[in-house]
Structure formats: C-alpha cells, structure tokens
C-alpha cells in the first residue's frame, strides 16, 4: 500500500516492493501541490508495480500481455471511439485463449482462432472487422517480441477470412433513389425531427455525420453559399467538440442555394423555439432539436432505414452511405475528381481514385466510348 505524506508544503508519496531477488527496496516522489495529486501518482505506480508482476516470461497469458500493451501502447492516445473498440477484442482473447500462455501460442492455434472468429456467433464477420482485429493482435505480437517474451509472431501471414461485406452498388444510392429520397426529405423537414435536415445536409455535402453535428451557425456563410468544417461533435460519449479525422478533413465547401434557403429557416425556426423556452445553445449547434439534443448517429441511421423502407428501397442504405452517394453523383455528372477530393476531405487524390475505383472504372469507360465515338466522326 502506497504511503502518502506531506514533506514542508507538497505531498509526496512512497511505495514499497520487492525486485527479483527479494530485496527491500522503494519507490518515492515528491512535490504535488495537492495530495489528490500524490495519491494518484501512487495508484499509477502501484499498478505498474501489480502489472510487471504478472508479466513474468514464463507464465504472462495473452490476454494479461494484451491489456497490458493496450495501457502501454493505446490508452490515451486515440480517441474515444477508437479506444472503445479495445476492451471488445480483449474479451475476444479472453474467450478464444481462457488462461493460454502467450508463449505457448502456435501458429495453427491463431488461425483457427481466426477462423472460428469469423464464423461468429449469430452471423459471419466482415474481412474489415477480422482483418482489424489480427492487426491488433499482430502489434501486441511484435511489442511481446521486442520483451522476448516470444520469439516469432504468430499471426505472421495468417489467412483472412469472413464476408465480403456489402457489394459496392450497395454502399451508394442509384440516381432515381436519391432524387426519391430529397423529394421526401424536402416535403417533411421539421425542426422536431431535425434528423431530416441533417440526412438531407449529408446527401447535399458529402460530410461525415461527426462533421454535420459539430456545425456551429458560425460555419455558414450564407451570403457565400460556403460551409466549414473545422470540428467534429462527440455524439458518442458526449464530451462536446473534438478534432476532425486528419487534418485534411478541415475544408470549407460550397454549398447551393436550395440548401443555403434549408438551413436559414432552422435556424430561424430554432432561434424562435430557443426564446421562447428560454433556451440558450452555449455551442451554437446547427442540429440541435427541440428537446434541445443532438441527435445520435444511431438514432439517424434508424430514421434513414424508415425512410428506404417507405421508399420501398431494396437495398439497406447507411447514413455513410449518403457520402458515397454524394460522390458516385459528382462522378457520374463528369465533376473533376481533384475536386471532389478536396470537397469530401481526402488527404490527396490517391484516396479518393482507392475509394471509388469502381466508379472510376464505370466513369473511365463512359470516356472510351466518347473518345471513339469523337475519333470516328474524324
């Protein structure tokens, strides 16, 4: 147990352990303004001094050595919605290798883990979840090597399988649907199901949901018909405003006047809600409702699939889905691509030509058959 004390006018704190050899030895520091402070710092050496016990070479499970290199590697260093995604694979660990020392993992042993995590338990896993999953696990792998704990990595060429996931005429909405889903949305906007507007705002722009709900009505200028997105919203966790993705996610767009003429009406309409319930948004929030909340992407994605099942749509389209489409769009009406990568917030053109090479292979033909078609009427 840590000792905690106060030395002149700062805390310190001292623990006490034993090293390999039996030894008495300890651990002190001091100068902590509060003794909150101290106590702190004492639990966090406490824990390393509990975790390096447990981590001996010879009998460290997988599972202990995972969650020790997630503390080590991981926490604290993503963001919340990412560091989310790790206690799920440590329980993965847990129940694929109960009690299985790191060492004593073989090669064969991952893979048919592997295999049987794909299977999962109601339905067949993604490639994409399989594949993040092993690279998890790979990086605690070589971080295991690097503390010769083992001396080769297990998951080294290891096979990925599981689903293919969604085919790619499903990930964007054909022409006829989107102008089915607009007509809609523009005959049922509504401040009180102002997931509309944010649906609708989506398929005019392009932007992530994260970057639609971080909109303040500073990031609109209406006079330019120009949108920026500089922040994104935490929906998730609630803890107010966070960076975008990378920094090349910060952009200003253009936007066109039927959308410019959508959004001065919420914000009126808002405005007028907001006085008379005495309201006042600190954040100034563009899709904010009237129950003075920001509606999830959960909750958005619900009311987009009640939308398509109206529509009598046969495909199951994502609110992300509302950006491929976006894109499949632009594309399909002969919009430079140099543009629209920088519209949607790509990094360079070389992700955007990854993203949608489909499309760009459909575009590409549409552009043989010109060109012949030009070189023929010679």
């Keep these: 147990m840590a000792e905690i004390y106060k030395r002149n006018t700062k805390w310190a704190y001292r623990v006490n352990y034993r090293d390999r050899d039996g030894k008495r030895k300890s651990v002190s520091k001091s100068g902590f303004s509060l003794k909150r402070e101290a106590e702190i710092a004492a639990l966090e050496v406490e824990r390393k001094k509990a975790r390096n016990g447990a981590l001996d070479k010879e009998s460290v499970t997988i599972a202990d050595y995972f969650e020790y290199w997630l503390d080590l590697y991981k926490y604290g260093k993503h963001s919340q919605i990412t560091e989310a995604r790790y206690p799920l694979v440590l329980k993965t660990i847990q129940q694929y290798f109960p009690n299985t020392k790191l060492k004593d993992i073989t090669k064969s042993d991952y893979q048919h883990f592997l295999n049987e995590y794909s299977k999962g338990e109601t339905h067949q896993r993604s490639k994409i979840t399989v594949r993040k999953t092993n690279g998890y696990i790979r990086s605690m792998a070589d971080a295991a090597i690097d503390d010769q704990i083992i001396f080769s990595n297990f998951t080294h060429n290891a096979v990925i399988s599981g689903s293919d996931g969604k085919k790619e005429s499903e990930k964007f909405m054909q022409l006829d649907e989107l102008k089915q889903l607009k007509e809609l949305l523009l005959n049922e906007l509504d401040f009180k199901a102002i997931g509309k507007h944010i649906i609708l705002t989506g398929l005019l722009t392009g932007a992530r949901y994260s970057e639609l709900v971080g909109l303040t009505w500073d990031d609109i200028d209406f006079k330019e018909r120009k949108l920026t997105i500089d922040k994104t919203w935490d929906y998730k966790f609630y803890t107010g405003f966070k960076p975008t993705k990378n920094q090349s996610s910060i952009r200003t767009i253009d936007i066109n006047k039927e959308l410019v003429d959508i959004l001065k009406i919420l914000k009126q309409t808002q405005q007028e809600y907001y006085l008379l319930h005495g309201y006042r948004d600190e954040f100034n929030l563009v899709f904010r409702n009237n129950r003075f909340e920001v509606p999830s992407n959960s909750a958005v994605n619900k009311l987009l699939k009640s939308i398509e099942r ?22 399909s009406q002969g919009i430079d691509i140099f543009y629209i990568s920088k519209r949607i917030g790509h990094k360079d053109i070389s992700v955007t030509q990854r993203v949608y090479s489909h499309l760009l292979d459909i575009t590409s033909k549409k552009e043989a058959n010109k060109a012949l078609d030009a070189l023929t009427s010679l």
């Design 310 to 331: 109206r529509l009598n749509f046969d495909a199951n389209y994502t609110f992300h889905s509302l950006r491929h489409s976006h894109v499949s769009f632009l594309l």
